[in-house]
């Protein structure tokens, strides 16, 4: 009767990158149409019509390398989908893409709060005594989309866009812990008024240059601390 009152965690699929070519297409084309039809209200009134992109990738620290088929990569790979199926909702897309990387799509995402799934990802990770065991960090990347409020970039590039989060998640790489990082709208993105055709290279170049302009914003993701008897853990 005790088994009533808990639920199971929901197994989610883990799809491929076969699927991503064309589901997320779709999905960007349909945040492009709610911008397009709420506007500029839709950062005020609708604050959860965005979707996140979220880029997990493993690396192996300092002096060491990482696992092989034979050393359990396999296993790791699979570790890390649970500890997406963790975080994520019902409605949310968990996606392997390699063995060292995963990615979530996350619908309905309110980007004052986009950072918490990322922290959850990253703390989970950090904790793990599987991933500390093969000397392996996790680094998450992730972007809020749209990105502009004339959101016109072609749909079918969708890789360009998991490669801005691939490259949030190569930020701040030189230590030894968990660290992610995200790009979203800067608070001068309306006025400066740049379609998605023009911003999207732009950022794959210099994001820096957008974020000192106000154009876009960059989220640092830091672990919390957690204290265990008179000690205090990152």
């Known amino acids: 009767m005790g088994s009533l009152h808990q639920s199971e965690p929901v197994r989610l699929a883990v ?10 297409p779709y999905e960007l084309l349909l945040a492009q149409r ?14 959860d019509a965005h979707i996140g992109l979220y880029l997990v990738r493993l ?9 092989t088929p034979h050393d359990g990569a396999e296993a790791i790979a699979n570790h890390v989908s649970d500890l997406l199926r963790t975080v994520l909702r019902e409605s949310d897309i968990p996606a ?3 063995e060292c990387e995963h990615v979530a799509i996350v619908r309905d995402v ?6 918490t799934i990322a922290q959850r990802l990253l703390q989970l990770a950090s904790d793990s005594p599987l991933l500390a065991g093969a000397n392996l960090r996790a680094c998450v990347g992730y972007i809020i989309y749209p990105l502009s409020f004339q959101p016109n970039y072609p749909v079918d590039r969708w890789e360009n866009l998991i490669e801005l989060a691939r490259r949030m998640s190569r930020r701040g790489n030189s230590g030894t812990s968990a660290s992610g990082y995200g790009l979203l ?5 309306e006025e400066a008024s740049i379609p998605e055709s023009d911003l999207v290279p732009l950022a794959l170049q210099n994001p ?7 154009i876009l914003q960059i989220q640092r993701i830091q672990l ?3 204290t265990i008897g008179s000690r205090t853990r990152f």
Do not use: N, Q
């Open 96 to 98: 392997k893409i390699s």
């Open 208 to 214: 820096d240059s957008l974020v000192r302009a106000g």
């Open 110 to 115: 309110d980007p004052k709060y986009a950072f």
């Open 59 to 67: 690396e192996a620290l300092p002096d060491h390398v990482y696992p």
């Open 185 to 189: 709208r800067g608070p001068h993105m």
């Open 224 to 226: 919390l601390a957690r």
């Open 15 to 24: 799809v491929d990158y076969d699927f991503l070519d064309r589901f997320l």
């Open 34 to 47: 709610r911008a397009m039809v709420w506007g500029t209200l839709a950062a005020e009134t609708l604050p």
